[in-house]
């Protein structure tokens, strides 16, 4: 792989621990070794590679995530962070980092945090509770059909689900099509069941939790779970891992 150069060095703050510096020193040098090829040597999400996409890289250094466990507004728990390093976004340039190890993931979540002083500014970020699941059914199909209806989903997504509802074009940010895959928080029920109880930061789409019952939030999962179709491969998708293949020759 590109290696970009780790300092010797690396200056913490006095009362850092020892632990503490030592797994920051190993996450920036995983960091620089996997990630910076795409995300920049200071985290600002301007790589080498980063033209390559229609979507840029994430900028960590502004400490703002779509895809979280948290609160609308909220930063994501090092289990988000883990899951979007080891498993990849769906559909974008993302690929899964799966062939790191667990230390090294750890320590790459550890060095990305450092990048935003967010993380030191606020307490640490809790979970939503996860309502347990119902009987994934016809009839929780049908009813997540009516809770689509009762979350007003259509006027952004369309009544099919097709992202080409009537605020559609006015929104800075594109509504997802639902019946496309893959989508990029995942398409298992409760991949989607997380994105429409958190919300999505930075674009329109808001945070349902304590607006639909935790049953319908549910059904509302298992339809949109119902419209899609066999998952494809992206333009994003396919340059991440052509970005991929080539970095690993270095």
Do not use: N
């Not at 909220?74 to 340039?93: F, K, M």
């Amino acid at each position: 792989m590109l290696l970009i150069g780790f300092g010797a060095a690396l200056a913490f703050p006095l009362g850092v621990r020892a632990e503490s510096r030592s797994e920051l020193a190993l996450g920036r040098q995983a960091y620089e070794v996997h990630c910076a090829i795409c995300h920049g040597v200071k985290g600002d999400g301007r790589g080498d590679a980063a033209s390559r996409f229609a979507t840029p890289p994430r900028d960590f250094t502004k400490g703002e995530y779509k895809l979280r466990s948290t609160g609308s507004g909220q930063l994501p728990t090092d289990a988000d962070l883990i899951r979007s390093t080891t498993q990849g976004l769906p559909g974008t340039a993302m690929v899964p980092q799966d062939h790191l190890t667990e230390a090294e993931v750890r320590a790459v979540v550890t060095y990305i945090k450092s990048l935003s002083p967010k993380f030191a500014a606020r307490p640490s970020p809790k979970a939503l509770p996860m309502p347990p699941p119902p009987p994934h059914t016809p009839e929780a199909v049908a009813r997540g059909r009516q809770a689509y209806k009762k979350g007003e989903c259509a006027e952004c997504h369309g009544p099919e689900g097709r992202g080409d509802g009537p605020s559609a074009p006015d929104l800075s940010v594109k509504p997802t099509d639902l019946t496309r895959r893959p989508l990029k928080s995942g398409a298992t029920p409760r991949d989607i069941l997380l994105s429409v109880l958190t919300g999505l930061d930075d674009t329109p789409m808001p945070s349902y939790h304590l607006v639909l019952e935790d049953e319908e939030l549910w059904d509302l999962a298992y339809y949109v779970v119902s419209l899609g179709g066999p998952p494809e491969m992206t333009d994003d998708e396919r340059a991440g891992w052509e970005v991929e293949r080539r970095h690993k020759q270095h």
